[in-house]
C-alpha cells in the first residue's frame, strides 16, 4: 500500500509539471461582483434544497449590474424551468447562458450550486459554469466534511473535491458522483507514510481519481482545518 502511495504522488507530480496553470474553480475570484441566496426548494430530480452563488464581471467600460437584479434574474428561471428531471449540471448550464443573454454586458460570469445532502446523495453535491472570453467551463465536485480518515493529518477535516470531464463524452462514459465520492472514502483509509503532507495528500487523491475514472481529465482538492480555513494548497492535475 505504501509503495501504491508512492507512485500515485510521483504520477501526481509528473501531471502538475507538465500542465500549464490551471486556476481552478474554488475559490471564486475576488475582483467582479458576488451575490448568494441559500435555501431554495426546487422540485427537481425528487426535491432538493440548494445554495446558489452567483459571481459577475462586467466588460470594460459596460454599466455594473445590480446585484438583487441579477438574482432575480436566476431565481425566476430557476422557479420557472421548464422541467424537473434535467441534471443540475444542465440547469446550471442552462441558468448561466439565460443570465447572460438578460444581462450582455457581463464579460465573466460563474454559476455554482451546492446541493444539500438528500437521501440518494447523503453529501453536499457541487456544480459550477464559468463562462469568459467566449468559453464556457464546467466544472463538478463534492464536500467531505469532519473527514474521518487513517491518516492523522486529515482527522476532522474538511475536503472540497472538483473535477472536470473530458469533453463531449457520452452519458453512459460519465462516472455517478456517487462512485466518485466512495472512491475517495476509499482513499482516505489508505494506510499513512511518515513523509505526508497536506500538500501531497491532495495532490495523491487527485491523481488517484483521475486513475480511476478516464472520465476525468483534470482534478482540484482543498483540505481544510475547521478552525484554519482552507489551506492555499490546491492539488492541481489533469490529464490531456
Sequence with gaps: MILIRHALLLISCVLISVLPALGG?????????????????????GGVTLQLDVHYLPAEGARIPDEEAIMET???????????TDYFEIVNRNLNAHVRTQHPELERLDVRFTLEPRPTVPFAVLSQSTYEAGRLDEFYGFNLNDVESANPLLIGTDIR???QYKPNLAA?????????????????NLPP?????????????AASLMLRY???????????????GFNPHVARSGRF
Excluded at 436566476?74 to 424537473?84: D, V
Design 25 to 45: 474553480p474554488d475559490p471564486l475570484p475576488v475582483d467582479g461582483h458576488h451575490s448568494s441566496r441559500s435555501g431554495i426548494a426546487m422540485d427537481h430530480q
Design 172 to 188: 453512459a462514459d460519465i462516472p455517478d458522483v456517487r462512485d466518485v465520492h466512495r472512491e475517495a472514502l476509499r482513499w482516505l
Design 74 to 84: 436566476a431565481l425566476n428561471f430557476l422557479e420557472s424551468y421548464p422541467n424537473t
Design 193 to 205: 507514510d511518515d513523509a505526508d503532507t497536506r500538500s501531497n495528500l491532495g495532490r495523491e487523491l
Design 214 to 228: 478516464e472520465a476525468i481529465t483534470r482534478a482540484w482538492v482543498r483540505i481544510r482545518d475547521n478552525e484554519e
Design 161 to 163: 473535491v472538483w473535477f
